[in-house]
């Protein structure tokens, strides 16, 4: 529904839609239904000379019937609702598919920076590209990002690709996206950081996989730049556990 | 000074005494019902400081980076510390006082038929600790650095570290005016406990209170027990801002999101504390204007007992993607959906309540249909957010701020004039004007929905909250989302300039309008079968009662409605 208003990028951007939509489909169901009743009942009991008030205690229990069933009805929109709610959590916050490539993403007032993978394809190797407030990502490639704050508490969020986590100092939180549209699309910081928090942005820049790799030879470490090219190999997996660690 | 004291003593004695001179009367009085006036006349000032900064940041949002008449130009700082201000004055300073600490004091004696509260003393303390928060508080935009930016809920590091917030005196006085403005409370609510436990008329057993009194004490009771946490996180708060301590700060092994935690534990069940005294006026007006016993009296006791306890097992869903185990959103995606169920019985019920009656649309009527309708939206779209699957994305975007507006707004605006307006002949003596009472009704909710509409558009669209300017986000800087913004922002000056409508008719009514009597509106609760106003003392004999609250339209009565304490 919000495809309109804002693309859809990654992967798991269209569970998080669809779970909206059924939301929306089932609340505003019992939205209009209650505000409908509502003035319904106002039209109809408005003040008539001579009609007198009826006496009811609301413990009657044909009358209690009306208050129960729509209860039992609330009961079962709520586990139609909890039950894909955890599932499209569960999948992008807790399931980690195996990652094809890692950055690392640092917050601090007011800027993002990252670290990603030289063209040996490894974190933490000589040839790795250190970036501020742009972070260039492989369509189509599942990333893990290991997200770390130098102060306070930031958020690390791109509405085209349905992701936000906070950043905290002291932890490194991971998760994970996999883009699935090559373009542009901003990085927000969410959680109020001081006095740039408006100004801390930065974009995520999706690119095809020659893109991507003509961008590492361009602006990976010059002293390295003969190396050859090689394809990234996927690295081991890492759970969210080790990661943590 | 101690002349004053002295007199003061001697008027608490309560033995004949001559007239008190003005001081006396109005700003040293133990009297409940002068004390109430103080705390609604102080909301209501600081309701107008609130209402102005949310002037200054929807003018800048409106109309981005242009000088704001009666303010100027909107730094990134200032925003900072507009917003937060706005937030906190309009929940602790605004709905707080006027909701619990007003009608509180106000009613509750006159409704339970006793002659003040339980500790007028303590009472009388209350609400000057209360002011002097209020002054600390507004003070703080003076001080060096100015007034604290880092958003109502000051997560630290940023609140501990003056290098962080840059307003290292603004955090502080921030701080300490929550904590004052908390023990003012937690005075007030243990005498609100108190008093109505037991200083009820004779012959009003647990299930004859009338039910805003119920959620009143409910509301103090979840104040209370909900409180002490925070407290606890706000002194250690201000060890690490003041004394250099680590309590929060993880190079020295401390941890930022033990503050959350506790925050979010008294913070959640705030919500309910200025909800329940809210839904509680709704209630005694719809039973009067439909001349309706409630449906299912008990039943909305219980339910309200319902939502006051799941309400404390629920505060983590704010925290979904703050960096908690990820297992846990589980768990509190569940026990937040749940409260669904008392809350939808509460609403099920007052919309019952109107079945079968005879509706006179006066202008708290108005106020209490509008709460209904309006507060439903607020509720449903609350759902969303409950959701952890699509909090991951909504999590403080505009879509959060329009949800939780369209929860408070009813709340502490749209309620408190329901009260206000139905309980200003028993306050003053005089009645409000009809016809200006509904002009400032429409006037009020139609820019109400107008302003917050285009939020949850712009929230699902990923607006983010607290962003000064939107000039860095190429996504967020469309001209259709600022169409959207500045729409918002125009509804909110029409809106604004409605509510001096309201401020003419509530001071000119108060020595104009028509004389009420005793029972204007022909209730059956206490508080009106005593003078209005009521005198020093209230009942000049103490009430005894009969029967439950809300007996209207009984069959074979001359009357249609039967006073709790009408012998027969």
Same mark, same amino acid.
Request: aromatic share 14%.
């Given at each position: ?8 990028? *990654?992967?798991?951007?269209? *569970? ?33 000379? !001579? ?73 933490? =190797?000589?040839?790795?590209?250190? =970036?501020?407030?742009? #972070? ?23 509405? *085209?690709?349905? #992701? ?10 991971? !998760? ?19 006095? !740039? ?49 | ?5 002295? %007199?003061? @003593? ?21 009297? %409940? ?79 339970? &038929? ?35 930016? &880092? ?51 004779? &012959? ?63 913070? %959640?069940?705030?919500? /309910? ?96 249909? @509008? ?47 329901? &009260? ?19 002009? %400032? ?51 909110? $000056? ?22 009420? @009597? ?7 609760? $206490? ?18 009662? /009969? ?22």
């Amino acid at each position: 529904m919000y495809e309109r208003y804002i693309t859809a990028a *990654s992967t798991y951007a269209h *569970s998080i839609d669809h779970l909206f939509l059924l939301i929306a489909a089932l609340v505003g169901f019992w939205l209009i239904l209650a505000e409908v009743v509502l003035f319904a009942l106002v039209i109809k009991y408005r003040e008539k000379e !001579g009609r007198p008030t009826r006496h009811i205690t609301g413990e009657e229990k044909e009358l209690h019937r009306w208050i129960t069933i729509p209860h039992v009805l609330v009961i079962l929109c709520d586990i139609v609702i909890v039950v894909p709610a955890i599932l499209v959590w569960y999948n992008i916050k807790q399931a980690q598919p195996p990652a094809e490539q890692t950055v690392r993403v640092y917050a601090q007032q007011w800027a993002w920076s990252f670290q990603e993978p030289g063209p040996d394809g490894k974190l933490d =190797t000589e040839d790795d590209i250190r =970036t501020v407030g742009e #972070l260039h990502v492989t369509v189509n490639a599942t990333y893990h990002f290991e997200l770390m704050s130098r102060d306070v508490v930031h958020s690390f969020a791109i509405p *085209s690709f349905r #992701l936000k986590q906070d950043a905290l100092p002291g932890r490194t939180i991971t !998760g994970w996206f996999r883009p699935n549209r090559v373009g542009t699309y901003d990085i927000q910081c969410t959680q109020m950081c001081g006095l !740039g928090h408006a100004l801390m942005a930065g974009r995520v820049i999706v690119e095809t996989q020659q893109d991507h790799a003509a961008w590492l030879i361009r602006n990976a470490n010059p002293s390295l730049a003969s190396l050859p090219a090689a394809p990234a190999p996927v690295p081991e997996n890492t759970t969210m556990a080790e990661a943590r660690r | 000074m101690s002349e004053q004291m002295q %007199h003061a @003593g001697h008027e608490q004695a309560g033995q004949d005494h001559a007239e008190p001179g003005f001081f006396l009367k109005y700003c040293w009085s133990t009297d %409940h019902k002068i004390i109430a006036m103080q705390y609604l006349f102080t909301g209501m000032l600081m309701a107008v400081i609130g209402g102005f900064l949310a002037y200054v940041f929807r003018m800048q949002l409106g109309f981005p980076n242009h000088s704001v008449p009666g303010f100027g130009l909107v730094t990134p700082g200032r925003y900072n510390a507009v917003v937060t201000m706005h937030g906190t004055i309009m929940i602790f300073w605004v709905a707080m006082p006027v909701l619990i600490a007003a009608f509180g004091n106000f009613l509750i004696p006159l409704m339970i &038929g006793c002659d003040d509260m339980a500790f007028p003393r303590i009472n009388r303390l209350s609400y000057q600790i209360f002011l002097l928060s209020a002054i600390v508080l507004l003070v703080s935009f003076a001080v060096k650095g100015g007034a604290f930016g &880092g958003a109502w809920t000051a997560y630290p590091p940023l609140s501990s570290n003056g290098a962080y917030n840059l307003t290292p005196l603004g955090a502080v006085l921030w701080l300490l005016a929550v904590a004052l403005e908390f023990v003012a409370f937690l005075l007030g609510g243990i005498n609100f406990t108190v008093t109505v436990m037991n200083s009820r008329a004779p &012959g009003m057993k647990m299930f004859d209170i009338p039910i805003l009194i119920w959620m009143i004490v409910l509301a103090t009771v979840i104040f209370m027990a909900s409180a002490g946490p925070l407290i606890a996180g706000a002194v250690m708060l201000l060890f690490d801002q003041t004394l250099a301590t680590g309590f929060y700060d993880p190079q020295r092994g401390g941890d930022p999101l033990l503050w959350q935690h506790l925050f979010w534990f008294f913070g %959640h069940p705030e919500v /309910y504390v200025v909800l329940l005294p809210a839904m509680g006026i709704v209630a005694e007006i719809i039973a009067v204007f439909a001349r309706k016993k409630l449906f299912g009296y008990k039943s909305m006791l219980y339910s309200t007992w319902g939502v006051g306890i799941l309400s404390f097992v629920v505060w983590a869903h704010h925290q979904f993607v703050a960096g908690i185990d990820p297992r846990m959103a589980n768990v509190f995606t569940v026990t937040t959906l749940l409260i669904s169920i008392p809350v939808a019985e509460l609403v099920f019920l007052y919309i019952a309540t109107l079945y079968g009656g005879s509706i006179r649309l006066d202008t708290p009527m108005l106020w209490a249909l @509008g709460f209904m309708a309006e507060f439903l939206i607020g509720g449903v779209t609350g759902i969303f957010l409950g959701s952890s699957g699509t909090d991951i994305y909504l999590h403080d975007t505009y879509f959060l701020v329009a949800h939780f507006h369209y929860t408070f707004v009813p709340i502490a605006i749209i309620s408190v004039f329901a &009260g206000i307006t139905f309980w200003f002949p028993k306050m003053f003596g005089r009645m409000m004007n009809e016809t200006l009472g509904k002009i %400032h009704f429409w006037g009020t909710v139609i820019p109400f929905n107008v302003i917050f509409i285009p939020l949850f558009i712009t929230g699902a669209a990923g607006d983010q909250r607290r962003i000064y300017s939107y000039a860095q986000f190429a996504e967020q800087s469309r001209p259709a989302l600022q169409h959207l913004r500045t729409t918002s922002t125009i509804a909110l $000056l029409v809106m604004l300039a409605f509510q001096l409508i309201f401020i003419f008719n509530f001071f000119w009514s108060m020595w104009n309008g028509k004389r009420a @009597g005793d029972n204007p509106w022909r209730s059956t609760t $206490l508080e009106w079968t005593v003078p209005s106003p009521p005198p020093h003392g209230n009942f000049a004999e103490l009430p005894t009662v /009969y029967r439950g609250p809300y007996e209207y339209g009984l069959p074979g009565r001359a009357d249609d409605y039967w006073p709790q304490n009408a012998p027969n």
